[in-house]
């Protein structure tokens, strides 16, 4: 009985097509152009990074308190030191700024908790700190109910771009959903509406919509009433983007078979029932990669506040050159350290998405 | 003038009743356009309850149209159909109602991939019939005992060959309980070792006195447990008889050239 399969066992490959050798040979000295890119990109880096990194770091300015401190060559970071209250915070003022403290650390925590809670609180505890964290910063932010109240136009930085941003993600996510449903719906009113609206918002550039919202926008409010500037750019980002991420979830609903709608269908799931439990969860989750991308530009486009009077981060480095008292010419350090906090930040994000994706990859396809 | 409509409604459903005491589903003068392609034509068709049919023909003969006009995946524009007693008309609650009793398998099986096997199985019984969890889950288990998978209930249908999917498929529709069960050409994406695996259960599900509309090409599964089968072309009936004499002595030709071609080869 000895007709039993036995596969044959796996051998090694030969040495010539493993190692690091190999793997310059395949990747770095393949062909002659490849040869030439290599030896290129090489000078390049040879060239111009040690510069940079003796103007960032070995030249730079670490000590000090004013600009006549900056007496080496390299970086002057003490300007970046001395404006970092102002840079992080505005003028929110300087004994309350425990609250935005508490506030940033809050939102930290509730990203982190979404990674490390067992499976089973996750969902529970991810919509509830969903509903409740908002309410709890707007509250240590503006104050009222026992708090000192701080007026929106106290508030700057780059804790305005993070609650901008934050804000701007948590709205326009779901009215993005509802605008993409509504595009696909059969209901010709419901989808007129809802085509006009993303088109109108996707057509115009966000610092005219932001222009709108902020001098246009009063005109049409009977006459006491007054939106808070802060509120008019809030809106008028989110619409903005909610546009784009309407777009980004139409083209994952179009991604999912016709028959997984017939299936749910066919077992008595409605219309809503379907959507939640059966289309929006492989749609969104196809779409993460486009829902991360429409996060990171809304985060980015905070910035353009500042072209209506905001003070967020961008905004505060251009006072601070302008100041009296640092008119040394700190531009490039102004403008390096703005771009590593994006930087920072983006990539943080975009690290998580695909953190996400890997976890919600449940093998569509045999592996 | 909308009350004699009405009435005439009524009278011919109950005309109908009294010709069939126990048929579940009827169908009468069902007519469906495509656009201007006329795909369903004048069908007339009464179900008993336990009754096992098989629908076969050739490709775009509007058979798999037929069967998802029963529960309502294809809407119809002429005629009348009542299953279980509950006319499909514009209502959705009636819609709904229908199909909460009528299972349906697809051929490309359609589970959800997002979920696990088990959540494929507990998703109905827990969102449209609020079902306990524990209950359904055990329901659940019950089922894919019988399809004989019990094992690979926390994995997911990425994970599974596609004859273990399909049988998946079927206990999600048994798991809702339906009255009706729809088999839209069942085997016909499966590669030749696994339609075997998924015939034994459909056999298996006939023998317990299931009501089955089976659209497939499966002849010998025809043969072995159907009580009718439906030859379709063109849209229209062609041909109904039970299997001995729709095999052994058809009567249209159209029937005959269709049965030489998927014998002959």
């Not at chain 1, 509830?128 to 503006?142: E, N």
């Amino acid at each position: 009985m000895d007709n039993t399969f036995t596969p044959i066992e796996a051998r090694k490959p030969p040495s010539s097509a493993i190692g690091p050798i190999a793997w310059m040979k395949e990747s770095l000295f393949s062909s002659p152009v490849n040869t030439l890119l290599t030896v290129f990109f090489a000078y390049i880096i040879i060239r111009f990074i040690p510069p940079v990194l003796d103007w960032a770091f070995i030249s730079a300015n670490w000590v000090g308190t004013t600009q006549d401190e900056c007496t080496k060559s390299g970086a002057c970071w003490i300007f970046i030191k001395q404006w970092s209250g102002q840079l992080l915070y505005g003028s929110y003022p300087e004994e309350l700024r425990w609250r935005v403290n508490l506030a940033l650390i809050g939102l930290v925590a509730v990203v982190v908790m979404q990674f490390f809670l067992p499976q089973h609180l996750r969902r529970r505890v991810g919509w509830v700190s969903l509903l409740v964290y908002p309410l709890i910063s707007i509250w240590l932010m503006y104050g009222g109910l026992g708090l000192e109240t701080v007026s929106t136009d106290k508030w700057g930085g780059f804790s305005l771009n993070i609650l901008l941003a934050f804000a701007g993600i948590l709205m326009s996510l779901p009215i993005g959903i509802i605008w993409a449903l509504g595009r696909q719906s059969q209901m010709p009113f419901v989808k007129v509406v809802c085509i006009s609206s993303i088109e109108l918002f996707r057509g115009v550039p966000l610092i005219t919509i932001l222009f709108m919202g902020s001098v246009m926008l009063p005109l049409f409010f009977p006459a006491g009433v007054q939106l808070d500037k802060l509120m008019r750019a809030f809106i008028a980002i989110t619409l903005f983007q909610s546009a784009y991420m309407a777009e980004v979830i139409r083209g994952g609903l179009q991604a999912i078979p016709k028959g997984q709608v017939e299936a749910a269908n066919s077992l008595g799931l409605g219309y809503w029932k379907t959507m939640r439990l059966i289309v929006l969860p492989q749609a969104l989750k196809i779409s993460i990669p486009n829902i991360v991308n429409t996060f990171i530009a809304l985060f980015k486009d905070t910035t353009l506040v500042l072209i209506i009077g905001l003070f967020e981060i961008l905004s505060t480095i251009q006072a601070a050159l302008q100041n009296s008292n640092w008119l040394g010419g700190h531009h490039i350090e102004g403008y390096v350290f703005v771009a590593f906090v994006f930087w920072v930040f983006c990539y943080t994000m975009s690290r998580i998405s695909v953190h996400i994706e890997q976890k919600l990859n449940t093998g569509h396809s045999r592996s | 003038m909308s009350t004699t409509t009405t009435s005439d409604n009524n009278s011919s459903t109950t005309e109908a009743r009294t010709k069939n005491a126990d048929s579940i589903i009827q169908i009468e003068g069902l007519n469906k356009w495509y656009g201007t392609f006329h795909v369903l034509k004048d069908i007339d068709l009464d179900v008993a309850k336990g009754e096992r049919i098989v629908v076969c023909g050739p490709s775009g003969s509007g058979k798999s149209t037929l069967i998802r006009c029963i529960n309502r995946l294809e809407e119809f524009q002429e005629g009348s159909l009542s299953v279980d007693g509950v006319a499909l008309n514009e209502d959705i609650k009636n819609i709904e109602a229908v199909r909460r009793e009528v299972g349906m398998v697809f051929q490309h099986f359609n589970l959800f991939p997002h979920l696990t096997i088990l959540e494929n199985l507990t998703l109905a019984p827990l969102w449209v019939r609020k079902i306990p969890k524990k209950e359904a889950e055990a329901t659940a288990m019950e089922y894919l005992e019988r399809v004989k998978i019990p094992d690979q209930a926390l994995k997911y249908p990425g994970q599974l060959s596609g004859g273990q999917q399909q049988r998946v498929a079927i206990a999600r529709s048994l798991c809702m309980n339906p009255k009706i069960m729809l088999f839209d050409e069942p085997t016909s994406a499966l590669d030749p070792e696994m339609i075997s695996e998924v015939l034994d259960v459909m056999v298996e599900l006939a023998e317990e006195g299931m009501t089955m509309l089976c659209v497939t090409h499966e002849m010998g599964f025809a043969k072995k447990v159907a009580d009718r089968v439906i030859f379709m072309d063109a849209g229209q009936i062609v041909e109904q008889n039970n299997p001995h004499e729709f095999f052994d002595n058809p009567q249209n030709e159209r029937t005959q050239a269709f049965l030489s071609q998927i014998i002959g080869h």
